[in-house]
């Protein structure tokens, strides 16, 4: 049950709306009881999920830093599900009604209704969670989670006021993206004292250091059985997480097993091994059904190609002492094609487990601000093969289309985009936001290029247009995917003077980021409020609130002590 306390913050936090200033990538810590150190992430700036996310520790910060690192390199579709199950925190995020279990839903509208609150719109439900390496995101399990996430709320509120008036990076934010998993980073500390808040600094830890999981015993009368064999053929093999969650026990949230991918490249056999639950915890598990499985085909390898470290070290005293030579190899062509296959039929034979796993990748995605083009090119090859599928039911169709391709818009890349025909004469609303409680609702004609929204915006703000400008359509800073930049910034890119609004797609709800000055990163938050018949002659400011900040304050400081 969760307590009134923890109800109370997360209505209280909701409120700050922090995600509309911090991005997930800019962290900051809090002091918890005990002497220990949450490290928060704020999500919600790059797309629909909003959450506070509490890494707490070294093995939390690292488990994040591992994600984090691992966007920057190519991930086969089993990686990256692994990878983006390696999240080791607690969560509060807000969901949809139906995302909580009845049991969760009674429980907020009970607290709601209690304290007055009107629960409505989008994503309004508190939902907090527990986020293990290798397990489902399950409910929190003990009074001493729930007051961990209180006191990450608690700071995460203190924060949104230390912020009022300030930039991010006043307080020493910096983005941890870009930064490797092995260096320190500085980041915000808040630690609480006599009733109130301090702010100091602390250190980000680095990732930790890998260990991989090495049978110690194994069944000793299977392996002087395998000596009798004569070896045979040349095995390519991985250890793999097996893609749907088991759940053992009702209360424990269900967990990934992993399973071992034998595959012999001349026949295209694949050794039958049961996956199992304990491998991290217990390796000797797995070995000894692999062990089993060759005994039951009457097999011993000849030869073992292992794709990465942690297969070998899995491997290596096994075929020591059956004197069965090891070697890595990454580039194993009949496992990648077992495996895709494996992909593809282990969790789509029925429309349920395909409807299950293919929300599992979309909650991954939103929760890590990812979008389509973060995922492996393999695995988009794979939705898009399912997509094609004549009997696909169309529930399963449509959850698609919502989570992969949320605009009903092929995924373009800088070479290949194609020209979208001019919607009929109409304008747009956009909402352009500058942090919190400072916005412009700013009318422009469909047939405006993008680099005439620069300058109404610049305008709309009172900013100098003394420096480089983009777009990034996808909603994401920096992203490579569906950007547009001033002329001559950035060569092989598309420029916001020859393009239009109906080119680059907007539609109503769509949201996208315009980043001015790339030296101090001023970000606007746009969105389109409404679509509006007829052609705007030039753009109009037609709502605002708030004082704009103002965009060299040093200078203009100086200039009027002059």
């Known amino acids: ?24 990538t800019e962290m900051f810590g809090v002091a918890l009881s005990g002497g220990r150190i949450g490290y928060i992430s704020i999500m919600g700036m790059a797309g629909e999920h909003c959450a506070l996310g509490m890494y707490i520790g070294e093995e939390g910060a690292g488990s994040l830093r ?9 991930l086969r579709p089993f990686e990256a599900q692994e990878m983006m199950l390696k999240q080791d925190c607690l969560q509060c995020a807000f969901e949809g009604k139906e995302d909580l279990s009845k ?11 209690a304290n007055g609150i009107r629960i409505s719109g989008k994503n309004a439900y508190p939902h907090f969670l527990k986020n293990v390496p290798g397990r489902y995101p399950w409910h929190l399990q003990t009074e001493e989670e729930q007051e961990d996430l209180c006191e990450g709320l608690s700071a995460a509120i203190e924060l949104s006021r230390l912020l009022e008036g300030r930039m991010p ?43 991989w999981p090495v049978p110690v ?148 995605m939103q929760e890590e601000g990812l979008s389509t083009k973060d995922l492996p090119p393999e695995l988009l090859g794979q939705l898009e093969m399912i997509l094609e599928q004549e009997d696909l039911p169309e529930e399963i169709r449509q959850q698609m289309n919502r989570i992969f391709y949320p605009e009903k818009k092929p995924r373009l890349g800088k070479e290949d985009f194609k020209t979208v025909k001019p919607k009929s004469n109409r304008s747009y609303v956009i909402s352009v936001s500058l942090g919190t409680g400072c916005y412009r609702h700013i009318q422009i004609s469909g047939s405006s290029s993008l680099w005439e929204l620069h300058c109404a915006v610049l305008n709309a703000f009172a900013f100098d247009d ?7 359509m996808d909603n994401r800073r920096w992203s490579e995917w569906d950007c547009y930049y001033a002329r001559g910034i950035e060569e092989g890119c598309r420029s916001t003077q020859d393009y239009t609004l109906d080119q680059a797609g907007l539609c109503k709800g769509k949201k996208f980021l315009y980043l001015f000055d790339f030296g101090d990163e001023w ?38 002590d002059e």
Not at 104 to 109: G, I
Not at 173 to 194: C, K, N, R, T, Y
Not at 338 to 344: A, K, S, T, Y
């Open 1 to 24: 049950m969760i307590s009134d306390r923890l109800y109370e913050l997360a209505f209280a936090y909701k409120k700050t709306k922090l995600w509309k200033i911090l991005w997930d």
């Open 66 to 74: 591992s994600i984090l690192e691992a966007d920057k390199r190519y």
């Open 103 to 113: 049991e969760e839903l009674e429980e907020a509208r009970a607290y709601a209704r």
């Open 169 to 211: 990076s006043q307080l020493g934010f910096l983005s941890v993206d870009g930064i490797g998993s092995e260096e320190e980073i500085e980041i915000p500390l808040l630690e609480q004292q006599a009733g109130g808040y301090v702010l100091r600094k602390t250190m980000l830890p680095p990732s930790q250091e890998v260990s």
């Open 217 to 364: 015993n194994c069944n000793e009368i299977g392996i002087a059985s395998l000596k009798k064999l004569k070896k045979s053929c040349s095995w390519e093999c991985e250890i793999i997480m097996f893609p749907e969650p088991v759940q053992s026990d009702p209360k424990d949230a269900p967990v990934f097993p992993y399973i071992f991918m034998m595959v012999d490249p001349d026949r295209s056999y694949i050794l039958p091994v049961p996956p199992v639950e304990r491998y991290l915890d217990a390796p000797e598990d797995l070995l000894n059904l692999l062990i089993e499985a060759l005994l039951q085909e009457g097999i011993c390898p000849r030869k073992m190609k292992a794709r990465d470290e942690r297969t070998y070290a899995f491997l290596e005293n096994f075929c020591k002492r059956l004197k069965i030579p090891l070697e890595i190899e990454p580039d194993l062509p009949a496992l990648d094609e077992v495996e895709m296959e494996f992909l593809r039929h282990s969790a789509m034979d029925e429309g349920e487990g395909m409807e299950e796993l293919i929300g599992i990748i979309g909650e991954m």
């Open 466 to 472: 003394d420096h480089a400008h983009a777009f990034f």
């Open 523 to 560: 970000t606007f938050q746009c969105k389109v409020l409404r679509e509006v018949e007829g052609g705007t002659e030039r753009p109009v400011v037609i709502k605002e609130k708030g004082k704009a900040p103002q965009q060299y304050p040093d200078w203009e400081e100086e200039w009027e």
